[in-house]
DNA sequence: CGAAACAGGACCACAGTGGTCCTGTTTCTC
DNA sequence: GAGAAACAGGACCACTGTGGTCCTGTTTCG
């Protein structure tokens, strides 16, 4: 499986719950009851999007973070970015050479820049405002009917 | 930056450099030399491939491994799939119940669907024949003509 | 029968991740 | 002005997973 790291997992739940009432402010330690998670954790990623632009932030007692923009002009190419760094699979993303030892006769170094764009435009037409929505109903409140055990993807 | 393991871009590029001479047969340590890479790990690499059924393995003296099918026929999904398991970000990538437990208040479950269903077009968009091309000028001439640029995809 | 190559594990060092904690600094309220 | 609340910025640590090696079969060719 392709993995992201939780963080930017957590980061994507939290800026799209904050998308869902944009010009609100939240502060950590509400975002993380609401969410689940841990206080900490949640302050940290909240940090690394505030350095990031994503968020602003406001210190003091009343201090919290909000939305730097409209939700749907942040994309999901933005808040990985952010997170996790360029959007890219293998470690020859850029062209710098000398970076990969097998850069002289690597045949498909060029081939995976294409595997790389096609990933990030997918993500890139994706924003927060589209994360913000439910697009399914409530699993849990439908009293519990079993899903398939093996539930594939294709 | 997204990653997928080691594992799986050696898995491409082996697989790829196969596909340039689809009905050939490379032995591991053949695999091993060309990509510069340590032998136990291309033959472990190889070995996982098979058993997937990408590849066709030939045991003894001359033994050796096999492109499976064509090249064409053969996504990088699939060789996703074989060495990293399903094409996904998150852990809620099937709709088995009872995995998060954030489930009930999970704002994004349904979305993150949206997010690793384009992940996965945009690599099902991709065969093996076509890492196989070079886009870039050959810098080790391998004797045969290069194959005409196909579409592009960028 | 011996050599070459695949099959299938066990095994280990290491990096990266997830998570906690601590010490500032800012700002609101009393 | 003092205290509390909340962000800022690191340091720190346990643990998982990955990358890589190695060993013991088993098959097949000469």
């Not at 939290?14 to 009851?33: C, D, I, K, W, Y």
Request: hydrophobic share 40%; charged share 20%.
């Amino acid at each position: 499986m392709i993995r992201m790291t939780k963080q930017t997992d957590y980061g994507i739940v939290l800026l799209s719950r904050m998308a869902g009432v944009p010009e609100r402010q939240f502060n950590a330690t509400e975002l993380a009851t609401e969410s689940r998670l841990p206080q900490p954790t949640v302050s940290k990623i909240l940090k690394i999007l505030a350095r990031a632009g994503l968020l602003d932030s406001h210190r003091g007692v009343k201090g919290g973070y909000t939305l730097a923009r409209d939700p749907e002009t942040i994309s999901v190419t933005e808040v990985i970015g952010a997170l996790e760094g360029p959007i890219g699979i293998t470690e020859c993303i850029d062209d710098t050479p000398g970076e990969c030892s097998h850069e002289a006769r690597c045949p498909v170094r060029g081939n995976w820049h294409r595997i790389n764009e096609a990933i990030r435009q997918a993500l890139d037409g994706i924003n927060l405002a589209e994360m913000a929505q439910r697009p399914v109903p409530p699993l849990v409140s439908l009293g519990g009917a079993p899903a398939a055990q093996n539930a594939d993807l294709g």
